[in-house]
C-alpha cells in the first residue's frame, strides 16, 4: 500500500494513504466477523444475521470503526518501514473520504527531531575534588559511634535534649481527643525533630512518673485539614528516660565494628573509601556537566509529546521510590497541597533538558560511530547481575538476550565517557570552590533503570517517626560508605 509523507513544523509528518474498494471491503468483513454477536436481525439468531443483511439493515457505517482500524494499522506499519520514521507519538487519523473508490486518510504522527549539534569535542568544564582529610574521617569515626551507642536508664534526674523519652501522650483540639493523637509507651528522642515543633522541646525538665500537659499549634501546611494551623493540647506522662552511651573509640571499638584490630587500621580504611567516593562524586559531577555544556551547544525543539511521556517516566519512578520510603505518592501530594497536575507541570522543565540532552547524545554517538560490543553487553549483564545478586543467565533471560534498551544504555554511557575524557579540566569558579558540595541532575541521558532519577521528598506526615531496631555487626563500619555512594550514583 504506497504512501507519501509531508514534513510539517514542530517534528510532525503527515502520511497520505489510499485502500482501494477491494482492500476497504476486506476490512468491513474484518469488523463483521469481529461485531457479528451484537447484531440483531428478527427473524435471525444474535449472531447469526449474515454480512450483506447486516449492511441492508444496519448501513455499512456500523462496521467502519473496527474496519478502518485494521486497514490503517497494517498500513501504518508498512508506512513507517518505508519511510523510516522514528515515531514518538501515537498517530492521529484523518478520514478525507470513503466512496466506491475505497478510502483516502492520514495519518499524523511526531517523530525525533533533528538535531544541530554545536562544540562537543573540547568542551571547557570545571572539575574539583571534595577534599578528604582527618576532620571527614573524624565525622566518620563519630557517627560510627552513634550508630553503636547504647542505651541506659536514668532515674536521677529530668529530660535533657539528646535523651529518649518513653511517654504515653494524647492530644486534644478544644478539648476534644483527635484521630492519631494518642500514644502509650512511645520512644521519643528528644531533638529528632519527629513529633510537631514544639512539642519535643516542652518534655525537657520533667521526670519520670511525672504527669503534665503541653501547648503547640500545628504547622499551617499540616497534611490534615481539621489541624492545619490549629491549637492543640497533648496530655503527656513520662514512664522513663534514656541516655545514650557511646563507646569508646580505641582499637576494641575497632574490632566490635570492623574486620580490623586497631582503631588506625580502621581510619586507613575509612579514608580510603572516601577517597575513592570523592571521586567518584566528582566524575559524575564533572560528566553531568559536560553533557550540559553540549547540550547547551546544541540546537533542537524538544516535541512536547516528548516531555510529557518523560513527566510520566519520572512520576512512575518517583512513586516507586517514594513506595520504598513507605509513602504513597497520592498521599505526599496531599500533604504539600498539589494536585497531580500541578506536579506533573513542575516536571516539565527537568523533563525537557532530560529529552535534549539524550536526543544530543544519540545524535553524538551516531557522529562518534560508538558502539555497544559483545564484551560490553556481556560486561553490562555481570555487572547487574552483582548489584542484584542474581545469576548472570536470569538477568539475560530476564532482559532478553540481545536488548535494544540495554544496548542504548551501554551506547548512552560510553558516549558520554568519551566526551568526558575529551573535556578540558578547568578550575571551579572562586564562588563555586566555596560551596562544600553543589547539587546536580542525574545524567540525563542514562537510560538504565537500576538507579532512581529523582528522591523523593522524606518530610513525614505523622507525628510520630517509624520504630527501628537497631543492629550492631562488624559491616557497620561499611554502612555510611555505602549510603552514601548509593546517594552519589544516584
Partial sequence: MASTIEKKENSEVVISLEATREEFEAGLKKSYEKNKKRFQVPGFRKGKVPYQLVLQYYGEGVLYDDAIDSIASAAYVEAIKEHDLQVVSRPSID?????????????????????????????????????????????????????????????????????????DYEGFKDGVAFEGGKGENYNLKIGSGSFIPGFEEQIIGHKIDEEFSIEVKFPDEYHSEELKGAAATFNVKIHAIKAEKLPELDDEFAKDVSEFDTLDELKADIKAKQIERAQKEA???????????????????????????????????????????????????????????????SMKPMAKVRVKSNLVLEAISKEMKVEATDDDYNNELETIAKAYNMKKEDVENAIGKNSEYLKESIITRKTVEALAEKAVKTEPKAEDAKEEKKATPKKTAAKKSTKKDSEATEEKAEKAPKKTTKKSTKKDAEASEEKAEEKTEE
Avoid: H, W
Fill in 95 to 167: 478520514i478525507k473520504e470513503i466512496n466506491e473508490n475505497g478510502m483516502k486518510y492520514e495519518l499524523t504522527v511526531t517523530v525525533k527531531p533533528d538535531v544541530k549539534l554545536g562544540k562537543y569535542e573540547g568542551v571547557e568544564v570545571p572539575y574539583s575534588e571534595r577534599e578528604i582529610n582527618d576532620e571527614t574521617v573524624n565525622n566518620e569515626l563519630e557517627a560510627m559511634q552513634k550508630r553503636n551507642a547504647s542505651q541506659e536508664e536514668v532515674t536521677d534526674r529530668a529530660v535533657e535534649n539528646g535523651d529518649t523519652a518513653v511517654i
Fill in 283 to 345: 566524575k559524575n559531577v564533572f560528566e553531568n556537566e559536560v553533557v550540559r555544556v553540549v547540550s547547551d551547544n546544541a540546537e533542537v525543539e524538544v516535541p512536547d509529546c516528548m516531555v510529557d511521556t518523560e513527566v510520566e517516566q519520572m512520576i512512575q519512578q518517583q512513586a516507586s521510590s517514594m513506595q520504598q520510603q513507605g509513602i504513597e505518592l497520592d498521599m505526599y501530594l496531599k500533604y504539600v497541597g498539589q494536585t497531580m497536575d500541578e506536579f506533573k507541570e
